[in-house]
C-alpha cells in the first residue's frame, strides 16, 4: 500500500480524500495558490506545498509543479480529485515516468473518453446507445447554423473537452445558433484549452442519469448501481439522489451492462461515470442515450456511497496499489435512498449571480454519517495488512436519517472569484425517498451561513416543491417551474402562524431583558403580552402568557427558547399527524421586528405591541431611487467585452456586454430602449459588484 498521497485539487475534494488516507494509515500532502495558503485542506495535510498566484492557470492547472511538489515530498501517488487535471491524459503519462502511481484510470481510457465527439464513436462501437448529432470538427458559425438546421431545433451545442455544464449553449432557433456558437468556442477554450465544438440533438423531457462504475487492474469492473442528477441549473446539477425514482431493475441492469461495456472496450479502472440522457415520457426505459464517460471522481458520489456501504476512495487507492476488488456485481445492493444538495455561493433571489467574500459565519448542522462504512473483504497479498470489513448489513447504522456534510470551507475563509462557487455538500440518508428529502429540508434550516449569498432558500424549496417529491422531474424542471425566477418558497398559513408565534415571543423576551435594565425613570413596567405582528402583509394578532400563546384567538401547542442575541431558534410543534414537528428558525433582529429563515425563505416580520400597531400606517415608506437608466455589474468580475459606446441608440434585449465570472460568460442585455448616455467601465476591468457601467439617457 502507498506511504504518501498528494492530492492534485483543492477544497472539499482535498478534505474528502484526506480522510479516507489518514484512516488508512496513509501520509497526506497538500498543494495550495495564495487564495489557499489558509485553507482547511492546507491545515488538514501533513505537508503542504506553494503551487503559485491564485489564478487556476497560474497554479492547480501547472502540472509541472504538481508533479515537482510530489517529488519533493516523496509522495508517491497522486490524487487528482474532481479534476482540475484528471482528464489530461499528458499528466498520468508524467506520473507514470516519473515513478508516482496516479489513482485514477489509465492514460488510454482518459484519452478515448476526455473528447466527447471521439467517445461517442467508441460508444457506439460498444454497442451503447447514443445521442443522433454531428460528431465532426465544424469550421465556423454559418456550418454550424446548417448541421443544427439538418439535425432539427433544439439542438445542443457542447465544447468538445467540457464538462461540469461549461462550454454548452442550447439552441432552439438559427438566432441562438449563431449567437451562442462562438462564446460556447471561447469558453472551451478559456476553461479546457479546446474550441472544438459538437451539435446534438437535444431530448425533450429528459432525465439526466449516470452509472457509477468501479473496475480494477485485472478486469473486473463493477456498475454501482444509478444517480438521477435531473435537477440542474445551466446544464450545472444542483441535486442528486441515488438510486433514481424513474429507473427500474430491468432499466439499471441494461444501463449498467452497457456501461461496463463501454469501460472494459477502453481498458478502464479505477472509478468513473457514464452518463445518459434518458427520455422521461418513454415508460418503457428503452431510450437511454449516452452523453459522455467522466474519468474520475464525481462530486455527486457521496450517494452512492451512502446507498452501497463503499467508500469509493479508498477503493481507487487500493485499485491503483493494484488489489483485486474484493466485492463481485451480486454483493452490490441499495440501501435506502440518499440526496445531495450542493450549497453554492450565489444569489438566488438575484438571477443566481456568483458572490463572492468573507465567510463570515458559517456552522453547518452536526453531521451523523461519515465515508466509513465499507462493504467486502479485499483480497490480501503479501506485504498486506487486512483491514477491517464489517458485513454490509452491520454497516447500515439502523434507519435514523442520517446527515454528511463534505465541505473545504471555515469561518473566516474567503469564497473566491477565483474558484468554483461551490461552498459544501449535504447529504441525507434515509429508509425512503420521503425520509431522505425531509431530512434534507431540516438540515438546510439548520445551515448556518453569512457572507456572501448562498442558495440554501432555494434548495429548500426544491425540496419541498410538490413535483419534485413525486419524483416527475426532467432537466428542465427549473427552468419551468421557476420562469420568473425564485422569490422564496411560499409559506402556508400553519407556517406563518408559527412563525408570528416565534417572533411575538422573541419580542416579549427583549422587551422583558429591556425592561430590567437599571436606572430607569419610573417603576419597572411589565412587558407587553398582546402583539400584532405582520407577516408577508397579513397582520396576526398573537399573545404571550405563562399559559402559552395564541394566535388570532387560538391555542398554538409550540414549545421554544429565545434568549436576546440567539441566532437559532428550535421550536417544537404538535401534534401534527400524530407526531410533534420540529421548525429550526435562523432569527435576525431588525428596524420594527425580526428576520426569520425558515422552509425555503426569509420573512421581515414587523412586530409591535398591539397598543401601538395602529398608529404604523401613519409612517412614511420610503421609496428606493430609480436605478433602471444604469447599466450595473451584477456580480463581481471581468468585464471581457463591451458592445456599445456613448451615443449609440439600443434596443430592448440588446447586448451590452459581457462580464465573466467563476469561469462563466454572462450577457447583460438594455432592459429598454434608448441612447447611451455614458461609459464609466473598458472591456478588461474588474468590476465590483453593483458597479456602474454605462448610463443611458
Not at 485 to 496: I, N, Q, R, T, V
Not at 575 to 603: C, K, M, Y
Not at 685 to 697: F, G, K, P, T
Request: include cysteine.
Amino acid at each position: 500500500m502507498f506511504k504518501k498521497i498528494l492530492v492534485a485539487n483543492r477544497g472539499e475534494i482535498a478534505c474528502r480524500v484526506f480522510r479516507t488516507a489518514k484512516r488508512m494509515g496513509i501520509k497526506t500532502v497538500a498543494v495550495y495558490s495564495d487564495a489557499d495558503a489558509r485553507s482547511p485542506h492546507v491545515l488538514m495535510a501533513d505537508e503542504a506545498v506553494r503551487l503559485g498566484p491564485a489564478p487556476a492557470a497560474e497554479s492547480y492547472l501547472k502540472a509541472e509543479l504538481i508533479l515537482l511538489a510530489a517529488k519533493e515530498t516523496g509522495a508517491d501517488c497522486i490524487h487528482p480529485g474532481y479534476g482540475f487535471l484528471s482528464e489530461r491524459e499528458s499528466f498520468a503519462r508524467a506520473c507514470a515516468e516519473a515513478g508516482i502511481a496516479f489513482v485514477g484510470p489509465p492514460p488510454n481510457a482518459i484519452a478515448a473518453m476526455g473528447d466527447k465527439i471521439e467517445s461517442k464513436k467508441l460508444a457506439k462501437d460498444a454497442g451503447v446507445n447514443v445521442v443522433p448529432g454531428f460528431l465532426g470538427e465544424i469550421a465556423d458559425t454559418d456550418e454550424a447554423v446548417r448541421i443544427a438546421t439538418d439535425i432539427g431545433y433544439p439542438v445542443m451545442m457542447k465544447a468538445s473537452a467540457g464538462g461540469g455544464g461549461k462550454g454548452m449553449r442550447l439552441a432552439y432557433s438559427e438566432q441562438d445558433v449563431r449567437e451562442g456558437f462562438e462564446a460556447t468556442k471561447r469558453e472551451g477554450l478559456a476553461s479546457f484549452g479546446d474550441d472544438r465544438v459538437f451539435i446534438e440533438k437535444f431530448i425533450e423531457s429528459p432525465r439526466h442519469i449516470e452509472i457509477q462504475v468501479l473496475g480494477d487492474q485485472h478486469g473486473n469492473i463493477l456498475y454501482l448501481n444509478e444517480r438521477e442528477c435531473s435537477v440542474q441549473r445551466r446544464h450545472q446539477k444542483v441535486v442528486e439522489e441515488a438510486p433514481s425514482p424513474f429507473v427500474t431493475p430491468a432499466m439499471r441492469k441494461a444501463m449498467g451492462e452497457q456501461a461496463v461495456a463501454l469501460a472494459r472496450a477502453v481498458g478502464y479502472y479505477s472509478a468513473g461515470t457514464v452518463e445518459l440522457i434518458v427520455s422521461g415520457a418513454d415508460t418503457t426505459g428503452e431510450s437511454f442515450y449516452f452523453l459522455e464517460m467522466n474519468t474520475r471522481l464525481q462530486v455527486e458520489h457521496p450517494v452512492t456511497e451512502e446507498i452501497t456501504g463503499l467508500d469509493l476512495v479508498e477503493q481507487m487507492i487500493r485499485v491503483a496499489a493494484g488489489e483485486p476488488l474484493s466485492i463481485t456485481q451480486d454483493q452490490v445492493g441499495i440501501n435506502g435512498w440518499s440526496v445531495e444538495n450542493r450549497v453554492y455561493a450565489e444569489d438566488p433571489y438575484r438571477g443566481f449571480l456568483p458572490s463572492i467574500g468573507r465567510l463570515v459565519r458559517y456552522n453547518p448542522p452536526v453531521a451523523t454519517s461519515s465515508p466509513q462504512r465499507r462493504l467486502g473483504s479485499p483480497a490480501t497479498g503479501a506485504g498486506q495488512e487486512p483491514h477491517e470489513t464489517p458485513a454490509f448489513a452491520e454497516e447500515t447504522q439502523g434507519d435514523e436519517p442520517r446527515i454528511r456534510v463534505d465541505d473545504g470551507v471555515a469561518e473566516g475563509g474567503e469564497v473566491s472569484m477565483f474558484y468554483d462557487p461551490m461552498i459544501a455538500k449535504l447529504v441525507t440518508w434515509a429508509p425512503t425517498r420521503e425520509a431522505a428529502i425531509d431530512a434534507q429540508i431540516a438540515a438546510l434550516d439548520a445551515f448556518e451561513i453569512e457572507g456572501p449569498g448562498t442558495n440554501i432558500d432555494f434548495l429548500s424549496a426544491l425540496m419541498q416543491h410538490p413535483r419534485f417529491r413525486s419524483g416527475n422531474i426532467t432537466t428542465g424542471f427549473i427552468a419551468e417551474e421557476y420562469p420568473d425566477g425564485f422569490h422564496g418558497a411560499p409559506a402556508d398559513a400553519d407556517l406563518k402562524r408559527h412563525l408570528a408565534a416565534i417572533a411575538a415571543f422573541a419580542a416579549t423576551a427583549q422587551a422583558d431583558r429591556a425592561r430590567r435594565i437599571d436606572g430607569q425613570l419610573g417603576s419597572r413596567l411589565q412587558p407587553p403580552h398582546a402583539w400584532s405582528v405582520r407577516i408577508d402583509g397579513e397582520d396576526h394578532d398573537v399573545t404571550v402568557s405563562t399559559d402559552g400563546i395564541t394566535v388570532d384567538g387560538d391555542a398554538l401547542d409550540i414549545a421554544l427558547e429565545y434568549t436576546p442575541g440567539d441566532r437559532m431558534v428550535e421550536a417544537e410543534i404538535g401534534p401534527e399527524n400524530g407526531e410533534d414537528a420540529q421548525l429550526t428558525v435562523r432569527i435576525l433582529p431588525v428596524r420594527s421586528g425580526f428576520r426569520l429563515t425558515t422552509r425555503g425563505a426569509s420573512h421581515d416580520v414587523r412586530v409591535l405591541p398591539a397598543h401601538a400597531a395602529p398608529y404604523a400606517q401613519h409612517m412614511i415608506e420610503k421609496v428606493p431611487p430609480d436605478l433602471s437608466r444604469f447599466l450595473i455589474a451584477p456580480m463581481p468580475g471581468l468585464l471581457v467585452r463591451l458592445d456599445v459606446g456613448a451615443g449609440d441608440a439600443v434596443e430592448a434585449g440588446q447586448p451590452l456586454a459581457v462580464v465573466e465570472a467563476m469561469k462563466m460568460e454572462n450577457i447583460l442585455r438594455a432592459q429598454k430602449a434608448g441612447r447611451v448616455k455614458a461609459v464609466s467601465a473598458a472591456a478588461g476591468d474588474s468590476l465590483a459588484v453593483d458597479q456602474i457601467i454605462l448610463e443611458m439617457e
